[in-house]
């Protein structure tokens, strides 16, 4: 039998989200200060997985990750390197968090699995649609984090270039992967009905 799971990924689609929370957080406060920014990313980070875990007791690897990164960013910024620029902090983020989830994707293992089996209606979709829409999905992130990465790591190793076109990169690269993130599952699950 088949549920028609288009509710299903929306709900999960919204708990993914909010796992970036942390990152989005981050990319909002930088402009203000870079180490305003990194705590409030790591605090966000830890909030966000100790929910998670409460839920269900298993830890997944955008929380962990995010939190683990913006930990060892807000200590190396804090008490290392003060001196590290904004560029270079935000381009330390990004690159961590695209290898945090282009690894699993290239192993076929996508990270937004974990959210999308919160819910129970997820044993109704066809394994290899679920799985595909999944790397789709996960695509996109991992597309929108190197494009960020690139684009803060030029403005690092190249002063010369404005900070505002790596934020504005990063703001159409969020915009794009949370846009995707929330209509492309559910345009699968009208195929899937239809």
């Not at 089996?117 to 996109?140: C, T």
Request: hydrophobic share 65%; aromatic share 12%; glycine share 6%.
């Amino acid at each position: 039998m088949i549920v028609r799971p288009g509710l299903f990924f929306i709900r999960a689609a919204m708990n993914l989200v909010v796992g970036f929370a942390p990152f989005i957080l981050f990319a909002l406060l930088s402009r203000l200060s870079a180490d305003l920014a990194l705590w409030v990313a790591f605090a966000a980070a830890f909030v966000v997985t100790i929910r998670d875990f409460v839920e269900s007791p298993s830890l997944r690897l955008l929380d962990v990750g995010s939190l683990v990164l913006f930990a060892l960013l807000a200590l190396l910024r804090g008490f290392v390197d003060p001196t590290l620029s904004l560029a270079a902090v935000r381009f330390m983020a990004e690159a961590g968090l695209f290898l945090l989830l282009a690894i699993p994707l290239v192993l076929k293992r996508p990270f937004s699995v974990d959210y999308a089996r919160l819910d129970p209606k997820e044993q109704g979709w066809p394994p290899d649609l679920f799985l595909r829409v999944n790397m789709l999905v996960s695509l996109a992130w991992v597309l929108g984090f190197v494009a960020m990465a690139v684009a803060d790591g030029l403005v690092t190793f190249d002063p010369r270039l404005p900070l505002w076109a790596s934020v504005a990169v990063s703001v159409i690269a969020l915009g794009a992967a949370i846009t995707f993130t929330l209509r492309y599952p559910a345009v699968a699950a009208r195929r899937l009905a239809g």
